[in-house]
């Protein structure tokens, strides 16, 4: 025998349904059907009892936390809940309260406001923060021009580029056989590095680099620092379609408890 379905396994869409029926002068036995319950009219009337006494809870315990502010805590959970990817309707929901409020807290908090639509950007403007502060590898930011959360996975700053510059050690690598070619073309051919050679720096850390790539790549570095007199970032974006992209500190916003 199939399990008849309790009250808090019908869905609020079909009971509201059911009331409209009920208004529209469906028959009893119509509704319930709809409802998937057996034809039982107490039944029925109780369900939409129970339905109308938790619109009236809801709206009583809204009405008093209009009246109340929120505490501290209270807040720092709203913008933990919001960060880990809640909307603002569902959290306010959860509090008893309108997601207009909810809104205002993440202002007041200096979080950055996610766009409705994936590829729209995200409202910033509210937001104040000390680009002085050089965000560390492992640490969650948000980047509003994409509306993504990412993690931070290089710090590219003065630090980086004195690292990188002393490797551990080189490696030479032959491509192509130099003593072949060296008795083609005579003992003073050298080759061409990427053709024929590679040289890697490699480092404690555990990375190596082709060397022309990370001269080139220390370079860069020291190009957006002198441009922009900051350091910039490579970000693992979250999402289906993840992804690395580099980033300025101007662009990026840290998340908050991360």
């Known amino acids: 025998m199939a399990k008849k379905p309790t009250v808090t396994e019908i869905s609020e869409a079909k009971i509201r349904q059911a009331i409209w029926m009920m208004k529209a002068n469906k028959t009893k036995k119509s509704i319930c ?152 073309f005579g003992e003073d051919f050298e080759g061409s590095e990427d053709n024929h050679y590679n040289i890697y720096w490699c480092y404690d850390n555990g990375t190596q680099w082709k060397e022309f790539a990370i001269k080139e790549r220390i370079k860069d570095v020291e190009s957006v620092i002198e441009k922009t007199g900051r350091e910039h970032y490579l970000i693992w974006v979250e999402g289906d379609a993840g992804h690395f992209r580099t980033a300025n500190r101007d662009k990026i916003f840290p998340v908050m408890g991360s």
């Not at 009337?45 to 109308?52: M, Q, R, S």
């Not at 995200?122 to 104040?128: L, Y």
């Not at 996975?153 to 551990?168: H, L, N």
């Open 33 to 184: 059907e709809h409802l998937g319950i057996a034809y039982n009219t107490k039944r029925l009337d109780a369900i939409i009892k129970e339905f109308h006494d938790k619109e009236n809870r809801i709206a009583e315990l809204k009405k008093n936390r209009s009246k109340t502010p929120f505490t501290e805590s209270e807040k720092k959970g709203i913008v933990k809940d919001y960060n880990e990817g809640e909307s603002q309707s569902a959290i306010a929901d959860r509090h008893f309260t309108t997601a207009a409020r909810i809104k205002a807290v993440l202002i007041e908090m200096n979080v950055p406001l996610r766009a409705r639509s994936k590829k729209g950007e995200a409202k910033v403007d509210h937001v104040v923060q000390n680009l002085d502060d050089i965000l560390t590898k492992g640490s969650k930011v948000f980047i509003p021009q994409i509306n993504s959360f990412g993690t931070i996975k290089e710090v590219y700053d003065e630090d980086w580029i004195d690292y990188y510059r002393q490797p551990t050690k080189r490696r030479y690598v032959e491509i192509q056989n130099m003593e072949k070619l060296r008795k083609k």
